[in-house]
């Protein structure tokens, strides 16, 4: 038991600081709940959005047990800007690409409390 709680502290401690670096590295006003505006298509970022708020469900449906709280992501996601967005559609891919491994569930719980305190 003592050896599973020092490997995942040993990972986590490696992994959530590099997650933090990228995310902050990445866009830091976008991390820190700032606003960003990008000049881009119209056409093309709303694709772009409608991709990402797909990869973000399909992490979120797989992930979670209730209807009703997965209702309630799928309202607030809706209302989020668009660097919000794609920040939490990447983590999603952290999540995705991770698999069972400690750093899947860091990117979760990094993704979840974007949603929540957003």
């Given amino acids: 038991m003592k050896i599973r709680l020092k490997k995942f502290i040993r990972s986590t401690g490696v992994w959530l600081p590099l997650l933090l670096f990228i995310i902050f590295s990445w866009h830091p006003s976008a991390a820190l709940g700032g606003t960003t505006s990008l000049k881009s298509d119209d056409s093309s970022s709303v694709v772009d ?7 973000i469900l399909s992490v979120l449906e797989n992930r979670m047990g209730s209807q009703k709280s997965f209702e309630k992501v799928k309202d607030k996601l809706s209302n989020l800007s668009d660097g919000k967005t794609r920040l939490i559609a990447s983590l999603s891919d952290l999540v995705v690409n991770e698999g ?15 949603i929540v305190l957003s």
Avoid at 101 to 114: E, K, N, Q, S, V
């Fill in 100 to 114: 069972n491994r400690a750093g899947a569930d860091i990117a979760f719980l990094l993704l979840t409390a974007l």
């Fill in 49 to 55: 959005r409608n991709a990402d708020r797909l990869k």
